[in-house]
């Protein structure tokens, strides 16, 4: 395994919407085990391919506790169902020192496949279901801060072009 390369904004593969994974091989297995562990290496909850420069629909994540690790790898993930909203303040790894509340719906139904090519679909609450929207957007060319108010966008570029955010 090894540890990939994160893109950051503006980097252009993240603005892109991703194609779905047709094949399931050797190359898909190895990305996803090198992502997982470049995620938590960063560390992170989760990570889509467009953050390290596959623009392909595959996502790894781990929202559940840090001593109990239960990784979920999705290939063409996509949201069945959804109901109810929560907020949360997020933050990405590829929107290093800026986080911000973002709405999202508090519960989701995610259908997806597997490593194994087996059809999977997941009920997911709370962080989990924030996890799971915040990557799938990802695989659709939107970052979190494209889900916040135009004032607070304009303030994060205005310091990205400064240079005066802490991107650590």
């Not at 990784?71 to 993930?77: G, M, T």
């Not at 997020?90 to 059809?119: F, M, N």
């Not at 494209?146 to 802490?166: A, P």
Request: hydrophobic share 40%; proline share 5%.
């Amino acid at each position: 395994m090894s540890i990939l390369n994160i893109d950051v904004y503006p980097a252009l593969v993240l603005k892109r919407k991703t194609e779905k994974i047709l094949n399931i091989d050797d190359h898909i297995r190895q990305l996803a085990e090198d992502m997982l562990e470049t995620m938590y290496q960063a560390p992170g909850v989760g990570l889509a391919a467009p953050q390290i420069g596959h623009s392909i629909s595959l996502v790894v994540a781990d929202p559940g506790e840090k001593d109990k690790p239960s990784p979920l790898i999705l290939i063409n993930p996509e949201i069945t169902a959804h109901e109810g909203q929560t907020g949360i303040t997020e933050g990405c790894l590829s929107v290093p020192g800026y986080t911000a509340e973002v709405v999202r719906h508090q519960k989701i139904i995610v259908k997806a496949y597997t490593l194994d090519e087996k059809e999977v679909e997941l009920t997911l609450e709370d962080f989990p279901a924030i996890v799971l929207q915040h990557e799938l957007d990802h695989l659709h060319g939107i970052l979190f801060i494209d889900r916040i108010s135009r004032l607070k966008r304009n303030i994060y570029d205005r310091k990205l072009k400064k240079g005066t955010l802490d991107q650590s």
